[in-house]
């Protein structure tokens, strides 16, 4: 069993950045691939990036790519999201999660067993 506990949103202005984190207690985090999520009012839980269980290679959707960058600390049980060049459609509950399903990662919130509660992100015009 793993619990996950995401911090670090908030309310920033379009092209601010910010730096979500996720603290994993219970097992290693390194059993697990670890992934982020979002969801934006009236819209379904939409993936973002990925990272694989040793950290060598990462993923991410379109609409972040090159903007995003995930990565993990394995030694601090920790995951971040650096999000630079913030736009207004980024806003959304942001949710980590973690999957023995897929050790390069996942696109899929179906492979994932264990959630984060979620931090809110909200970019401003």
């Known amino acids: 069993q793993v619990q996950l506990a995401e911090s670090g949103g908030g309310l920033v202005q379009a092209e601010d950045s910010l730096r979500l984190s996720c603290v994993a207690s219970?097992?290693?985090?390194?059993?697990?691939?670890m992934g982020w999520f979002r969801q934006a009012p009236g819209k379904q839980r939409e993936f973002v990036a990925t990272i694989s269980w040793s950290g060598g290679s990462a993923y991410y959707a379109d609409s972040v790519k090159g903007r995003f960058t995930i990565a993990r600390d394995t030694a601090k049980k920790t995951m971040y999201l650096q999000m630079n060049s913030l736009k207004t459609e980024d806003t959304a509950v942001y949710y980590c999660?973690?999957?023995?399903?897929?050790?390069?990662?996942?696109?899929?919130?179906?492979?994932?067993?264990?959630w984060g509660q979620g931090t809110q992100v909200t970019v401003s015009s």
């Open positions: 219970g097992r290693t985090l390194s059993d697990y691939a």
């Open positions: 999660a973690a999957t023995t399903r897929s050790r390069a990662g996942s696109s899929r919130s179906s492979d994932y067993g264990y």
